[in-house]
């Protein structure tokens, strides 16, 4: 294909990489595409990597009538891969953790220094009609060696977030995927998850409060992603960050109570239902009380939050009783 060529062209021409790794690399796995995407991330070569992926992806729909082998389509595949094996851990400083940081053997000793700043930007333009990121484009050509991590770090984030926004739907949950790896990594760095990004809260977030409070919206016909709240409430439950998913969905139900929107549109024959997981709700209530007896330290910031989320669900349910009767008396 015309995206193989291209990158086996652009891995020859890379003199700092041994020419033998080009040759172990690629014409061992002809007949396996897919490891050639990843060896090419291995490589640094972010951007050449997912259009070949996107070739893959189309080729073998093609060929079978699927974008996936065994339900899982090729190309968020690969998305995931690059996420969850390179740009997340670089984002946070963790390179050495990253997949191409183990090293290609066969041949050659591969650098350690993929990817390559360079290479972080030339993805991040890919993703970037407008060309829009001056600061890491600025900062490229100054003698910053002692903060060579951390412009390689605020770079990568940079390019996570290109990557989740301009992938994310209902049916691709790379902003989930992007979430959970953010705190995997997070978790085992410093033994506790980080927060997450507010950019990666309030694409996850959405405004789904106003479209069905807890439900997962946005399909490529109808405009694209907009939010995932429960999965993001359940990450934070995997994690035990019980606080801040107390205040989601707090912050949800309230949405959902006072918007107008919502109650004219709770009907299925007016536009679907409203969903609010109240099984999970009462997990996270539960191990919110757990967490309290066993965090004593944080008994009165997650009893705070509770009692917020108490609050909120009652309100909500009162809508739901004068909804109901309104509509018994219409």
Same mark, same amino acid.
């Given at each position: 294909?015309?995206?193989?060529?291209?990158?086996?062209?652009?891995?020859?021409?890379?003199?700092?990489?041994?020419?033998?790794?080009?040759?172990?690399?690629?014409?061992?796995?002809?007949?396996?595409?897919?490891?050639?995407?990843?060896?090419?991330?291995?490589? +640094?070569?972010?951007?050449? @990597?997912?259009?070949?992926?996107?070739?893959?992806?189309?080729?073998?729909?093609? #060929?079978? @009538?699927?974008?996936?082998? @065994?339900? *899982?389509?090729?190309?968020?595949?690969?998305? #995931? !891969?690059?996420?969850?094996?390179?740009?997340?851990?670089?984002?946070? %400083?963790?390179?050495?953790?990253?997949?191409?940081?183990?090293?290609?053997? $066969?041949?050659?000793?591969?650098?350690?220094?993929?990817?390559?700043?360079?290479?972080?930007?030339?993805?991040?333009?890919?993703?970037?009609?407008?060309?829009?990121?001056?600061?890491?484009? &600025? $900062?490229?050509?100054?003698?910053?060696?002692?903060?060579?991590?951390?412009?390689?770090?605020?770079?990568?984030?940079?390019?996570?977030?290109?990557?989740?926004?301009?992938?994310?739907?209902?049916?691709?949950?790379?902003?989930?995927? =992007?979430?959970? =790896?953010?705190?995997?990594?997070?978790?085992?760095?410093?033994? !506790?998850?980080?927060?997450?990004?507010?950019?990666?809260? =309030?694409?996850?977030?959405?405004?789904?409060?106003?479209?069905?409070?807890?439900?997962?919206?946005?399909?490529?016909?109808?405009? %694209?992603?907009? @939010?995932?709240?429960? =999965?993001?409430?359940?990450?934070?439950?995997?994690?035990?960050?019980? $606080?801040? +998913?107390?205040?989601?969905?707090?912050?949800?139900?309230?949405?959902?109570?006072?918007?107008? /929107?919502?109650?004219?549109?709770?009907?299925? $024959?007016?536009?679907?239902?409203?969903?609010?997981?109240?099984?999970?709700?009462?997990?996270?209530?539960?191990?919110? +009380?757990?967490?309290?007896? /066993?965090?004593?330290?944080?008994?009165?910031?997650?009893?705070?939050?509770?009692?917020?989320?108490?609050? &909120?669900?009652?309100?909500?349910?009162?809508?739901?009783?004068?909804? *109901?009767?309104?509509?018994?008396? &219409?």
């Amino acid at each position: 294909s015309l995206s193989l060529s291209l990158l086996l062209r652009t891995i020859f021409m890379d003199k700092s990489i041994d020419p033998l790794v080009g040759k172990h690399a690629f014409l061992s796995d002809k007949d396996v595409p897919f490891d050639v995407v990843k060896k090419a991330f291995d490589l +640094g070569y972010f951007a050449q @990597g997912l259009m070949l992926a996107h070739w893959v992806s189309t080729d073998f729909k093609l #060929r079978t @009538g699927s974008s996936g082998i @065994g339900g *899982e389509d090729i190309f968020s595949n690969a998305v #995931r !891969v690059l996420i969850r094996n390179h740009v997340v851990p670089i984002a946070f %400083g963790v390179r050495d953790r990253a997949a191409g940081d183990r090293g290609i053997r $066969e041949g050659g000793t591969y650098s350690p220094m993929r990817p390559t700043l360079r290479q972080i930007q030339h993805a991040t333009s890919f993703f970037d009609k407008n060309d829009n990121f001056s600061f890491a484009r &600025a $900062e490229l050509y100054k003698k910053l060696d002692a903060h060579t991590t951390d412009l390689l770090a605020k770079s990568a984030m940079m390019l996570l977030e290109k990557v989740v926004c301009f992938h994310s739907n209902a049916d691709k949950t790379i902003a989930a995927h =992007a979430a959970n =790896a953010i705190l995997a990594t997070s978790l085992d760095l410093h033994g !506790v998850p980080s927060q997450l990004p507010l950019w990666l809260q =309030a694409h996850l977030k959405g405004d789904s409060c106003n479209q069905g409070a807890f439900a997962a919206t946005g399909k490529p016909s109808d405009g %694209g992603f907009r @939010g995932d709240p429960s =999965a993001l409430l359940s990450l934070y439950m995997k994690y035990g960050m019980f $606080e801040d +998913g107390c205040d989601l969905a707090a912050s949800i139900l309230s949405s959902a109570t006072n918007s107008t /929107k919502n109650q004219q549109t709770r009907l299925p $024959e007016r536009g679907g239902l409203t969903f609010v997981p109240t099984k999970k709700i009462d997990m996270l209530w539960n191990l919110t +009380g757990i967490a309290m007896k /066993k965090q004593p330290h944080k008994a009165q910031t997650l009893l705070e939050a509770r009692g917020k989320l108490e609050t &909120a669900l009652a309100k909500y349910c009162e809508m739901l009783k004068i909804s *109901e009767m309104g509509q018994t008396s &219409a």
